[in-house]
């Protein structure tokens, strides 16, 4: 069991963290040569959860059984702005939704009872929607509560929150490292790009699919 003096204790030290599990919310930080048990309950009310590579302070202290634990762990750099390339990459995103969104009413014959913007302005609304929703899911995770399900978050990106949840994934820090996660929603957002490709090629490419998978 390792035990750590009380000077030491009081030594704020700067570390990286070196292993993450944002779904059990806990993983490890080294610095100064030393590796210590880190959980996200240690950064208070931090407004993200933490990443591997991630530069940290903290106290070194002891948890319920005794061994050595990273404590009053704050970040070194604080979070919260989206990068040029993020809102470049949304907006490229964007531009096949929203051209399939300004046709879609007139295509199923609600031009007269949908605006023209109504369904852009729908997306731009689920967007909102989810992006509260992964806030939420991650001050849960921060206070150790419960979690907003996974699949919750998902139905809303395929409902065309993803533009919000992309966004959220940088500026809040949550659900952009865990691997099975990521390789959904970007299934997610390859599918509605396909979808609004459908929409603005006036079916044609579905009816390719179909045209092709029968002559297989």
Not at 51 to 80: H, I, M, P, T
Not at 140 to 167: C, D, F, T, Y
Not at 174 to 186: D, I, M, N, T, V
Request: include cysteine.
């Amino acid at each position: 069991m390792t035990t750590f003096h009380p000077f030491e204790t009081l030594a704020l030290h700067t570390g990286t963290i070196v292993q993450w599990d944002d779904a059990k919310g806990f993983g490890w930080v080294e610095g100064d040569g030393r590796r210590v048990f880190l959980h996200i309950r240690e950064f208070g009310r931090a407004e993200r959860c933490p990443r591997v590579g991630e530069a940290v302070r903290y106290l070194l202290g002891n948890d319920a059984q005794g061994r050595g634990c990273a404590k009053e762990v704050a970040f070194v750099k604080s979070g919260g702005r989206t990068s040029f390339g993020r809102v470049m990459l949304v907006a490229c995103l964007l531009v096949l939704p929203v051209m399939a969104g300004l046709r879609l009413p007139a295509m199923v014959g609600l031009e007269l009872l949908v605006p023209r913007w109504g369904v852009p302005g729908v997306m731009a609304m689920v967007s909102l929607i989810t992006y509260a929703m992964y806030a939420h899911d991650k001050k849960q995770a921060v206070q150790g509560k419960w979690r907003v399900p996974e699949k919750s978050l998902h139905l809303l990106e395929l409902l065309g929150g993803w533009p919000g949840a992309l966004i959220a994934q940088q500026r809040l820090r949550h659900k952009s490292s865990k691997g099975s996660y990521q390789a959904l929603f970007w299934c997610i957002v390859m599918f509605t790009q396909a979808a609004a490709a459908n929409v603005i090629s006036g079916h044609q490419l579905s009816r390719w699919v179909f045209d092709t998978l029968r002559e297989l």
